[in-house]
């Protein structure tokens, strides 16, 4: 089959999922074609040649903007196939009924994907299975300069990304990996990995970001990498994401990163609020975070918090809380504004649709979105998160300190009772001067912008 292989999103990285659904297709014989809308338009040309099209789907902005692809690719060549893969290829089970698609796979993708490309039976697939992993296949990919790069000492460097694992041994209600992945971990070999860290640094990367949903669920694993990329490439540095829980649970790691090369860890705080940590069932407090930065901090590593301003119990309080705690930690250069307009999502399977405290504020599926409908009990919650969102948007492209510097006032204008705020760094002090930072500005749970969608315009 002549297989056309598409990505939309995968957070300013060159698209790892393509690649590595490329490696396969092509060991198994197929003909295959990449596209990034990401950075380029969608060819006329390439969905003409294709036989079938396959859309890689790993995070919520990915699903949304991939629906938009597909309905393009429909409207164009109604008859040709189409194959939803990735993380959130389960929010798109009835796409395939509605007619948009005619198979997913989630999970282990990439001998879905060939059996899809294959002729076998068109359906919805969750595949766990272990397999041989290729490397993945990345020269039909655009270049690496045209996706983020990382910021650091006053120059901008080239980043890869590269996964050691998939899954993950936790099930935080509203994460879309254990809807997936049920608490399994699936560690990259190691062979793989550095073979890709090697072809990706001879393509000039000198910073590589570790896709893992959490770069600690196989420590010894994680250990092993992340001491051979050191050992084969000393002057390269990365970045993983690592929870709260494992930071604290392996201390002895911390010194381990450091020395490695880590320029920051990317750890999902989400609320400054201990009740609302526990629904979603973080396996942390805010205490934890508050301990954490200082950890990192005492081994020259800075934290890069991943925050869940809104949701259905958070008070206006609380988000004056996560500003004040983003000040008191000396955090404001080290989170990325659009953090701060995060609205929880609950794609359909959600584990949170179990729960009484989520199901009471549900207000109906809507299939556009790809997941349900919840208002707060307090209107003006809503209405301060479609005005942090709007002023988040608009300041793409400028600082974090200036963003910050508006959300804070705009947080503050709804809670004008509200105790003055903390000192900068009265709790802890980050280092002086420019903090390592990769420049996508964007975030994988954020809604799709204008500026995601403007390439699609000639498909839809």
């Known amino acids: 089959m002549k297989v056309l292989v598409v990505s939309t999103y995968e957070l300013g990285h060159q698209p790892l999922s393509v690649a590595s659904a490329t490696a396969s297709l092509l060991a198994a014989g197929h003909e295959v074609r990449c596209a990034d809308v990401a950075v380029d338009m969608l060819s006329v040309d390439d969905v003409d040649w294709a036989e079938g099209v396959a859309l890689s789907v790993p995070m919520h902005t990915a699903m949304r903007l991939a629906v938009r692809v597909a309905g393009g690719v429909r409207g164009r060549r109604a008859g040709l196939p189409l194959c939803f893969f990735g993380l959130y290829a389960v929010a798109a089970a009835d796409l395939t009924a509605g007619g948009r698609g005619d198979a997913i796979v989630a999970g282990e993708f990439e001998p879905g994907v060939v059996a899809w490309a294959g002729g076998a039976d068109a359906g919805a697939a969750v595949q766990l299975g272990r397999f041989d992993a290729r490397v993945p296949e990345r020269r039909f990919l655009p270049d690496l300069g045209r996706y983020a790069h990382l910021a650091v000492d006053g120059e901008l460097r080239l980043v890869g990304s590269v996964a050691a694992s998939r899954g993950c041994s936790h099930r935080c209600r509203h994460c879309p990996v254990p809807v997936v ?40 694993h994680a250990r092993r990498v992340m001491a051979a990329v050191h050992d084969h490439y000393p002057g390269t ?36 609020n201990d009740r609302i940590l526990a629904v979603l069932d973080k396996g942390h407090t805010v205490a934890d975070m508050s301990e954490v930065v200082i950890a ?65 504020h549900l207000a109906g599926y809507d299939p556009a979105r790809l997941g349900w409908n919840w208002s707060h009990p307090d209107p003006a919650v809503d209405h301060l998160q479609v005005e942090v969102a709007a002023l988040v948007e608009a300041g793409i492209g400028q600082g974090p300190e200036e963003t910050f510097a508006q959300v804070e006032a705009l947080v503050r204008s709804y809670v004008p009772e509200a105790p003055a705020p903390p000192p900068r760094g009265a709790v802890s002090a980050g280092p002086e001067g420019e903090r390592a930072r990769l420049t996508e500005p964007w975030f994988c749970c954020s809604e799709p912008t204008e500026a995601q969608l403007a390439p699609l315009a000639p498909f839809v």
Not at 308 to 330: E, K, Q, S
Not at 346 to 356: I, N, W
């Open 237 to 272: 540095t990365f970045d993983a994401t690592i929870k709260v829980e494992h930071l604290l649970r392996y201390p002895e790691v911390l010194p381990e990163l450091a020395e490695a090369g880590c320029a920051f860890v990317v750890s999902a705080f989400e609320s400054v």
């Open 296 to 360: 990192l901090r005492a081994h020259g590593i800075e934290v890069r918090p991943s925050w869940l301003p809104f949701t259905p119990w958070t008070t206006l309080d609380d988000v004056v809380g996560l500003v004040d705690f983003v000040v008191a930690h000396d955090l404001v250069a080290n989170v990325d504004p659009v953090q701060y307009s995060v609205r929880l999502l609950v794609p359909d399977g959600s584990l949170l649709l179990a729960g009484p405290a989520m199901t009471a």
């Open 181 to 220: 992945y049920d608490g399994r971990v699936r560690p990259v070999a190691e062979d793989v990995v550095l073979a890709d860290i090697h072809q990706l640094v001879a393509a000039g990367a000198r910073h590589i970001s570790f896709a893992d949903p959490d770069f600690l669920n196989a420590p010894h």
